[in-house]
């Protein structure tokens, strides 16, 4: 079947560093790509979404590009604060599913003060 | 505007048993899903309703039932329990425009426990 696979699985950066976090993706047709954000405890929550007719899409500290020859996208995070702290999913729409999400296994992103 | 809302947020059931959970939006969405989420396996979709009346299977629905009798609710039923169900369940909404993806918003979960 279709999947997305996330890299890397747990992530340490001290404050005001960048982090990035990689996904790959399986169908060619996938054409929507969002990233999630779950704090402890909660629900996971949109931060940022690209669609395949752009190659990348910034919003203040972050930022998503996408390679859709490679099938891959990444999430860029600039100056990180410790309550960036938490754990991120990517997804990819799966067309052959009336385009349900397939999420990625997540990365724990712990920001060091 | 309280958005998805899942009751309850934390149960322990004996293996065998049965129970509903409960979602509610009040964001007039058409489409609604089920996920469970385990320890490094990420979110895995369960069953999903693209509207009132219909339901389709997901990854894993083996163990699951549901309904979307009204809009605003979608039940996830265990008819019987199992220690593998062990987990947290997210309900979720959204509303695609024009055939597109959109944002899926997210419930605060339900930790279930079956020992």
């Known amino acids: 079947g279709e999947n997305v696979e996330q890299h890397p699985s747990t992530l340490s950066v001290q404050e005001g560093d960048s982090a990035v976090i990689k996904c790959t993706y399986s169908?060619?047709?996938?054409?929507?790509f969002p990233w999630y954000k779950q704090e402890l405890g909660k629900g996971p929550q949109l931060i940022i979404d690209?669609?395949?007719?752009?190659g990348e899409k910034k919003d203040q500290r972050i930022a998503v590009t996408l390679n859709k020859t490679a099938k891959h996208f990444s999430l860029h995070i600039t100056e990180t604060q410790p309550e960036d702290s938490a754990v991120y999913f990517c997804?990819?729409?799966?067309?052959?599913?009336?385009?349900?999400?397939?999420f990625g296994k997540g990365t724990k992103l712990s920001v060091k003060p | 505007n309280a958005g998805v809302t899942q009751t309850p947020k934390f149960r322990v059931l004996k293996t065998g048993q049965s129970m509903t959970l409960l979602c509610a939006q009040d964001?007039?969405?058409?489409?609604m899903y089920w996920y469970r989420q385990d320890p490094g396996m990420g979110l895995r979709l369960i069953h999903y309703s693209v509207g009132e009346g219909t339901t389709a299977k997901g990854e894993v629905p083996d163990g699951y039932n549901v309904s979307r009798l009204k809009k605003q609710n979608f039940l996830l039923g265990l008819e019987s329990a199992a220690p593998s169900q062990t987990s947290v369940y997210f309900c979720?909404?959204?509303?695609?425009?024009?055939?597109?993806?959109?944002?899926?918003?997210f419930g605060q979960g339900t930790r279930l426990t079956v020992v």
């Open positions: 690209i669609r395949s007719n752009v």
């Open positions: 964001m007039n969405h058409e489409y």
């Open positions: 997804a990819a729409n799966y067309r052959g599913s009336q385009g349900n999400l397939i």
């Open positions: 979720a909404s959204s509303y695609p425009s024009g055939g597109l993806n959109t944002e899926a918003f």
């Open positions: 169908d060619s047709a996938s054409n929507y």
